[in-house]
Each structure stands twice: as C-alpha cells, then as structure tokens.
C-alpha cells in the first residue's frame, strides 16, 4: 500500500498567502507545513512511498520534494495534473488511477488531522471496495460533504446538498482505496468528470456506489481536524496541528 495526497488546488481564498504558493505548503507549526502533516500522518501508519498529485505552483512543489523525503522517511513521486486549475479535484484522483492496484490510503492536501484517522481507516478494512473517515461528532453545516449510510455501514449517498438531519456525518477528506476496485474506481470518476468536469471526486464516490459499490465509513470519533479553505480555517489549522 502506498500513501497520496491531493496537493493540485489553489487555493484562492488565502490570498495573498496563496499568490506563489500551494496551500498544501502553508505553515500550520513552526516551520511544518500542512503536506507535513499529512505525509507524516501516513508515515506513522507505516507508509514510505507516497505519491503527490500536483497543479498549482508544481515547481515549488518539486523544489521541496528532497527535504520532505529526508524529513520524512519516504520517497515521494510528483503527479501533475495539467487541468488543476480549469477541473475539478475529480479528475486529479482520476490522474493517479494507475497507482490505486497498488492500494492507496489518500488525503486531502488541505486538511489536517491526527494520525489516528488512519489508523481508523486501516481498522475499518473489510469486505469494502472503498472506506471513507466520516465525523460524525461534530454539527454540519451547509458547505460540508455529508454522508447517508446503510444499516450495514455503506454508503448510499454523499453530497452538500444534504438535509443535516438526514446526513450520519461528514466525510473528512481520508480514504482507502483497495487493490481490487482499482478499475471500478478508475472508471466511476472518468464518468463523473465526462459528465461534469467541476464535479468533486466525491462525486465519483457516488458513481461507484451506485454502480453496485461497496464504499464503506469508518467513524474517527472525536478529533480535532479542520479543511483549509479560508483564513479563519488556517488560525484553527494551527491550533489544531500543534497537537498533531
């Protein structure tokens, strides 16, 4: 198994922090970055090759890549999707399909956590083709990618444009792709993208479910996570990460 992390975005929103940087790059501890956390997150669970899907300021990007590789213990491949700006992050999983054979434990390049996510996502694994990190702790709110699931524990739906009362919680940005749905997988975010290029690869999450799927949640329980997007999540980002 091998880790990756969606580092292709942007990041508009914490400009001009944001003007000749990723956000993935953005300090959150000392001199640690959020792609600090992550990798070192699925380095903790035992993960040395880790591959970084890349867009926006690729370069800064391949300019880091040795000493994370020092600092972490892992060898890192760049990624780079070409459309990181036009597309939505449906078709930056989609450009990493050739690895998902390989099994992949993946995270957002813009959200930060404990390791103890993955560490629940590896205890999840069963007869899943894919498991999902679901809160279901904290209240949602309109913008957050919320989950129905079965009574067996699968996915049935996931989306924004959700009911909270219907939703069971939020899917946090962590997931574990297992070998065997490589092809189903690869093929369920190629729809999605063909269909709408701005659709989410949560999206293709959906198309796989619907396809017969089966995409399964692993409760984190109480944690203190948080996804970048703005500059108030970055001033919880580094109270959150200084725990990490």
């Not at 103890?116 to 679901?134: K, N, Q, Y």
Request: charge should be negative; glycine fraction near 8%.
């Amino acid at each position: 198994m091998i880790g990756m992390v969606l580092a292709a975005g942007w990041g508009s929103r914490l400009a001009p922090l944001t003007d000749e940087l990723p956000k993935t790059l953005l300090e959150v501890d000392g001199d640690r970055t959020i792609l600090d956390v992550a990798i070192g997150n699925l380095r903790s669970v035992g993960l040395d090759e880790i591959v970084v899907v890349t867009g926006f300021r690729h370069d800064v990007l391949a300019d880091r890549r040795p000493a994370l590789e020092r600092d972490h213990g892992v060898r890192i491949e760049l990624l780079y999707n070409p459309k990181a700006l036009e597309w939505n992050n449906c078709y930056s999983l989609w450009c990493a399909r050739e690895h998902f054979a390989r099994g992949v434990l993946m995270a957002n390049g813009d959200t930060v956590h404990p390791a103890s996510v993955e560490e629940a996502l590896l205890a999840a694994r069963g007869d899943g083709d894919l498991v999902i990190a679901v809160d279901q702790e904290h209240e949602l709110a309109d913008e957050e990618m919320k989950v129905q699931v079965s009574p067996e524990g699968l996915l049935t739906r996931i989306t924004k444009q959700m009911d909270h009362a219907a939703a069971a919680g939020e899917y946090i940005g962590v997931t574990l792709i297992e070998p065997h749905a490589a092809d189903a997988l690869a093929a369920a975010l190629q729809a999605t993208f063909e269909r709408d290029p701005q659709l989410y690869y949560e999206d293709g999450f959906q198309e796989l479910a619907d396809r017969g799927g089966r995409v399964r949640i692993a409760p984190i329980g109480v944690v203190d996570w948080v996804e970048v997007d703005d500059h108030a999540d970055l001033a919880r980002a580094r109270e959150v990460a200084c725990r990490c």
